[in-house]
T-cell receptor, first 113, second 115 residues
Framework: GAGVSQSPRYKVAKRGQDVALRCDPI?????LFWYQQALGQGPEFLTY????????KSGLPSDRFFAERPEGSVSTLKIQRTQQEDSAVYLC???????????FGSGTRLTVV | AQSVTQLDSHVSVSEGTPVLLRCNYS??????LFWYVQHPNKGLQLLLK??????LVKGINGFEAEFKKSETSFHLTKPSAHMSDAAEYFC?????????????FGTGTRLTIIP
């Protein structure tokens, strides 16, 4: 597609519920990234894929967070047993190579109540 | 390790006057530097990027930034502010060491344009 598509746009989860956030990157983009943006803050790195390989997951805050990209295109970020501190906007970005810059999606706003 | 500091959390300018948003970076390797803009409820949009070519980088919508290695700065400027420039701006750094694709964002500068 023309841009990075994320769904759902908004998600409200009860504390303890599992959620799955989807990212459709730009077709042909090798690299895919997930970032977490808390209210009033800059985005923070969560994890990075090159094709289907997860090369860096150092930013995932706990083992409740899990990301996958099984076929090297669409990616899913899963959060198990959600907690209030997980409330944030989750941004997905893709790139052909870093030298060309990164294209971000509009994000999924997760609210845990 | 890479990091970036945006020196002002809020900047207000009058329409038609110059804009200056300040950014300092820290990097163990030659960095790539970016400025992104985020309008309310919109995604991040790339304004411009520096990747070791010309130190004065021109971007979209009349913005430009100058990479100054001696000052470890990458300030964003625009000669004349427009109402549509009101948004949140993020300075971003990526170290050019092999295999590193991680972007580190500053905390953002909220730009307000006074009519």
């Amino acid at each position: 597609g023309a841009g990075v598509s994320q769904s759902p746009r908004y998600k409200v989860a009860k504390r303890g519920q599992d959620v799955a956030l989807r990212c459709d990157p730009i077709s042909g983009h090798v690299s895919l990234f997930w970032y977490q943006q808390a209210l009033g803050q800059g985005p923070e790195f969560l994890t990075y894929f090159q094709n289907e390989a997860q090369l860096d997951k150092s930013g995932l805050p706990s083992d409740r967070f899990f990301a996958e990209r099984p076929e090297g295109s669409v990616s899913t970020l899963k959060i198990q047993r959600t907690q209030q501190e997980d409330s944030a906007v989750y941004l997905c970005a893709s790139s052909l190579t870093g030298a060309f810059g990164y294209t971000f999606g509009s994000g999924t706003r997760l609210t845990v109540v | 390790a890479q990091s970036v500091t945006q020196l002002d959390s809020h900047v207000s300018v009058s329409e038609g006057t110059p804009v200056l948003l300040r950014c300092n970076y820290s990097s163990s390797y030659s960095p790539s530097l970016f400025w992104y803009v985020q309008h309310p409820n919109k995604g991040l949009q790339l304004l411009l990027k520096y990747t070791s070519a010309a130190t004065l980088v021109k971007g979209i919508n009349g913005f430009e930034a100058e990479f100054k290695k001696s000052e470890t700065s990458f300030h964003l400027t625009k000669p004349s502010a427009h109402m549509s420039d009101a948004a949140e701006y993020f300075c971003v750094v990526r170290e050019a060491n092999f295999g590193n694709e991680k972007l580190t964002f500053g905390t953002g500068t909220r730009l307000t344009i006074i009519p």
